[in-house]
Nanobody, 117 residues
């Protein structure tokens, strides 16, 4: 059983930056794959980053080159660095932990990111 606590959301101007954090309880973090999703009003949930236990990352075209996922296993924490933010990045952002073979998933509570002038 894992709990994920997110932080770092807020209001930022277009072109600005924000860093989200997600910290996991327990002892399985280092062996797990982490994901960042977002959901904007009226839109489907969208996967925006994946980082596996070896810190290999994957991003969709919508955020590629602007968002960077990283992890600090000593802190049981995954980060999402968001640069060059656009209004269309406005959403609730969620982290998710998936166990080694995908048999279990745990979700964070979400954190609001608003990009507006």
């Amino acid at each position: 059983q894992v709990q994920l606590v997110e932080s770092g959301g807020g209001l930022v101007q277009p072109g600005g930056s924000l860093r989200l954090s997600c910290t996991a309880s327990g002892n399985i973090f280092s062996r797990s794959t982490m994901h960042w999703y977002r959901q904007a009003p009226g839109k489907q949930r969208e996967l925006v980053a994946t980082i596996n236990s070896g810190s290999f990352t994957k991003y969709p075209d919508s955020v590629k080159g602007r968002f960077t996922a990283s992890r600090d296993n000593a802190k049981n924490t995954v980060y999402l660095q968001m640069n060059s933010l656009k209004p269309e990045d406005t959403a609730v952002y969620y982290c998710k932990l998936t166990t080694t073979f995908g048999e279990l998933s745990y979700w964070g509570q979400g954190t609001q990111v608003t990009v507006s002038s």
